[in-house]
Nanobody
Framework: QVQLVESGGGLVQPGGSLRLSCAAS?????MGWYRQLPGKQRELVAL???????NYPDSVKGRFIISRDNVKNTVYLQMNSLKPEDTAIYYC?????????WGQGTQVTVSS
């Protein structure tokens, strides 16, 4: 079993920034972030491989930056130029040994 513990969510004004962190009990070959709005499907925010390859959807490309520390088994999401439509619960994700794991989620609210 792999534990993922997220931190860093909160309330921020439009145009502001937040940094999310996710500490894993084991390193994942792929780690990343998804988000979910009420009544909607979970959607990809960013993924990063162990060697640093990244993937972003167009909705966050150029605004969000994913990074990881393989020594600390931690993945980060730097979110800049936040918009109200970025408001969601953000979930950490990791693939370990072919299995997928999720964090408990952290709320990000972008509002003035």
């Amino acid at each position: 079993q792999v534990q993922l513990v997220e931190s860093g969510g909160g309330l921020v004004q439009p145009g502001g920034s937040l940094r999310l962190s996710c500490a894993a009990s084991r390193s994942g070959s792929i780690m990343g972030w998804y988000r979910q709005l009420p009544g909607k499907q979970r959607e990809l925010v960013a993924l990063i491989t162990r060697i640093g390859g990244t993937n972003y959807p167009d909705s966050v490309k150029g605004r969000f930056i994913i990074s990881r520390d393989n020594v600390k088994n931690t993945v980060y999401l730097q979110m800049n130029s936040l918009k109200p439509e970025d408001t969601a619960i953000y979930y950490c994700y990791a693939t370990v040994g072919g299995d997928s794991y999720w964090g408990q989620g952290t709320q990000v609210t972008v509002s003035s």
